[in-house]
């Protein structure tokens, strides 16, 4: 029997089923606006009109960043942190946000970038994945455009299978590009590419986290709870990325896809 006609176990069905409630939550919109009881639509309007400036350059330095990280040193294998290690010090780092505001954000959001991208490692590795490859370590910030959709998406784009196959190419021409090259430049096209679709889509949940922190009530308890629910979305939107990945290395994208929509 191919894989392509196999069928998935009652096990796996049920995994794909936890990870599609994960990826198709409603996502950290409402988690905010439950948490602070404050309608976050509502929040970003109030932001000043450079503010989405502002959010675009720190989500481009943050994911720069982040990429170089996710290229050097996720194949590393170090002794992976506690999902709530990671909570904790993205929480800290949102205590500073919440206290000083949007002129925060620059400083702030490439740390916890940062801080989210390793705990997506860990989760990627205990799902099987091999870091030691580029399309793995590509497949870790990935994550990112998964938790927010972009304006200019269609209805084919703005699902989890229709931001993967938006992505794809880019993710492959920039792992073909690292892998010939040995290197990252600044600049390159392919990466250049990469990060600005990923941008698209991450800064729609940073610009609502953003709102949410610029709320003058917040303060530092505040913004470590803000950060706290944001790492906690990325690593709902990781778990179920990785297994979906995972089940796909046994029965193939299209299986696994065609079982999904079905769901």
Partial sequence: MSLESMSLTAEHIEELKSAKRLLENPGIAARLS?????????????????????????????????????????GDSPQPASNLTHRATVALSGAAGGALGLAALAIELPVSTTI???????????????????EARLACLEVFALGGSSDKDDAAESGYFGVRAALASAITEAASHVASRGAVKDGAPALVRLITQIAARFSIPVTQKAAAQA???????????INTLFIGHFQDIARGHFTVRRLERIYTTERVQAVYDDL
């Avoid at 989405?52 to 350059?57: C, R």
């Avoid at 709320?215 to 709870?225: F, Y």
């Fill in 34 to 74: 439950n948490s602070l009881a404050t309608p976050i639509d509502r929040a970003i309007k109030l932001l000043p009109a450079a503010a989405h400036k502002t959010i675009m350059a720190a989500v481009t330095k943050s994911l720069e960043t982040a990429l170089r990280t996710a290229l050097f040193t996720l």
């Fill in 116 to 134: 989210m991208l390793r705990s997506i490692a860990d989760i990627a590795r205990g799902e099987g994945e091999d870091l030691k490859q580029e």
């Fill in 215 to 225: 709320v003058p009530i917040i303060g530092a308890a505040g913004g470590a709870m």
